[in-house]
């Protein structure tokens, strides 16, 4: 599966748009680009998934750049209970490789 | 509401005890499960895929004898960390995989195991 690279932290103020972005020059024409948030001491959630198009469900909208090398997590109204470690993950679809390969993702802080 | 349920959240025991996590998947029948290892303040490493009815495979670096795997049924995968010792402190958490290409694995709550 591709590498991807996040920053290590950002900080967002309450109630404004969190973006998180992600590099992932290396992606190949069949891996779909997930995010997961991990909330400490807890499991990691799902959040949104994609192969090129722009995606939005209920808990964000994912924005694919054409080449699809990059791409941004968008909390429209980030709120205190947002703050957690947010993981951009490219996997592979399809096949028996399931497999999720977690790096170090972003420590997203939503500030008061 | 939850997919997947972990039991038990958290666990302290003495060394050498052998401890069983379990893994349940609620809302559908899952052919693979996925077991990942947390230690603090780093990111989650998988140790091993589960898969109903067959062996377990294990990631590279992980004992087989030591991370006892069972999926005896579609809806239930459980975790044996036999004889543990301080090291294995932990916290384990679980995974189950959707039916269909591209879904994504829904994740438990985790286990945090603490060994005296």
């Known amino acids: 599966d591709a590498k991807t690279t996040q920053p290590p932290s950002m900080d967002c103020a309450e109630g404004r748009a969190a973006n998180l972005p992600c590099n992932h020059s290396?992606?190949?024409?069949?891996?779909?680009v997930y995010w997961y948030r991990q909330i400490h001491s807890q499991g990691p959630q799902y959040i949104i998934h994609g192969l090129k198009n722009n995606e939005t469900n209920e808990m964000a909208s994912l924005i694919i750049t054409e080449d699809r090398k990059s791409s941004t997590l968008i909390l429209p109204h980030a709120t205190l209970r947002d703050t957690a470690v947010y993981y951009c993950i490219v996997r592979n679809s399809g096949g028996s490789n399931y497999k999720l390969t977690f790096g170090k993702g972003t420590l997203l802080t939503v500030n008061p | 509401g939850a997919v997947v349920s972990q039991h038990p959240s958290r666990v302290i025991c003495k060394s050498g005890t052998s401890v069983k996590i379990e893994c349940r998947s609620l809302?559908?029948?899952?052919?693979?499960m996925f077991w990942y290892r947390q230690f603090p303040k780093q990111s989650l490493m998988l140790m091993a895929t589960?898969?109903?009815?067959?062996?377990?495979?294990?990631e590279q670096g992980v004992e087989k004898d030591k991370f006892l795997i069972n999926h005896a049924s579609l809806t239930l995968s459980t975790l044996t960390v036999t004889s543990a010792h301080p090291e294995d402190s932990s916290f384990y958490i679980c995974?189950?995989?959707?039916?269909?290409?591209?879904?994504?694995?829904?994740f438990g709550d985790g286990t945090r195991l603490s060994i005296l």
């Open positions: 995974s189950v995989l959707t039916r269909g290409d591209n879904q994504p694995q829904h």
């Open positions: 290396t992606i190949s024409g069949n891996e779909y």
């Open positions: 589960s898969n109903e009815g067959s062996k377990a495979t294990y």
């Open positions: 809302d559908f029948q899952a052919t693979t």
